[in-house]
């Protein structure tokens, strides 16, 4: 995480600190903000966590301010394992009968975290192949 302060000197030095969710888990470096995986932790694909994490600058006492922010965390499979996933769920177009042939209705774009090429098909709902779907 990265939290800039106004204020210069050191007072603008800014800690860091995860307030709840880690749950053991994880670990932030006060000063520089990397969250890492606590030592000896092993964690199971499946699981989220949502951190609370604080950043507070280095002002005196009472004068000291400081924000909140969440960061959340959903551990994968190893090694090339998670699916591409599209921004939502379903898609709901309405068109006009009049509209002419090879018209672009929508452009899908899928997203995949190991950054794989992406293929798309049709593969219900179009049995009379009205629908063009380019693979690309």
């Known amino acids: 995480l990265t939290a800039t302060d106004a ?10 600190e995860i307030l709840a969710g880690a749950q053991g888990d994880f670990v932030i470096n006060n ?14 694909v499946g ?35 998670s699916p591409p996933r599209f921004p939502i769920l379903t898609y709901n177009l309405e068109i006009s009968e009049a509209m002419r042939i090879g018209a672009i ?5 899928a997203t ?10 049709i593969v219900s709902g179009d049995s009379q192949k009205v629908f063009n779907l380019s693979e690309t």
């Open 112 to 121: 995949d975290r190991e950054n794989d090429p992406i293929t798309y098909q």
């Open 31 to 44: 000063h520089s903000g990397r969250i890492t995986v606590a030592p000896g932790v092993t964690l199971t």
């Open 7 to 16: 204020d210069e000197g050191l007072n603008g030095l800014v800690t860091y």
């Open 105 to 109: 209705l929508l452009n899908l774009q």
């Open 47 to 81: 699981r989220s966590y949502a951190l609370t994490v604080k950043a507070s600058d280095n002002a005196p006492g009472n004068q000291r301010r400081s924000s909140t922010t969440t960061v959340y965390i959903e551990i994968l499979p190893p090694n090339n394992q």
